[in-house]
């Protein structure tokens, strides 16, 4: 350890709290930018924090110039869902979205949806099973 690490840490009296990477708690990120399309589906951990997690999206949405068309909390609070008019750069809003909720803690996962909408399917390429052109 460096001297002045060490030193750092005499004057200060901090302990370094090293945490495993497998401990550590943060919504995953299994959207493509390209899925957004105003719809935003997330489940918290703890459905007693439902509503305040519910009202820091709502607060940070709105600080951000995001107009919330629809929001609906489930009855067991462990799912909510908020539907946001789509803005001219929609990249650039999904991005942001994306940043907010993949920080926040209380988040086990979030996803862009819009319900009652059928999720596109993806086209399958045809092989020729007999490999000639």
Avoid: C
């Avoid at 840490?9 to 105003?38: H, I, R, S």
């Avoid at 519910?54 to 462990?78: C, L, M, N, P, Y």
């Avoid at 909720?101 to 059928?118: D, I, M, S, Y």
């Amino acid at each position: 350890m460096n001297n002045l690490k060490k030193l750092y840490k005499d004057f200060f009296g901090l302990t370094e709290n090293t945490v495993p990477a497998n401990m550590v708690d943060e919504a995953q990120l299994v959207n493509n930018l390209t899925d957004y399309k105003g719809g935003i589906e997330y489940v918290i951990r703890d459905p007693q924090l439902a509503q305040s997690v519910s009202d820091e999206i709502r607060q940070w949405a709105e600080k951000k110039g995001f107009t919330i068309i629809k929001h609906v909390i489930s009855k067991t609070g462990r799912v909510g869902y908020m539907y946001f008019r789509l803005g001219e750069d929609v990249a650039l809003d999904s991005q942001k979205l994306q940043g907010y909720l993949a920080q926040k803690p209380e988040l086990k996962h979030f996803r862009f949806n819009v319900r009652g909408e059928q999720p596109a399917q993806q086209s399958t390429p045809i092989r020729n099973p007999q490999g000639n052109i």
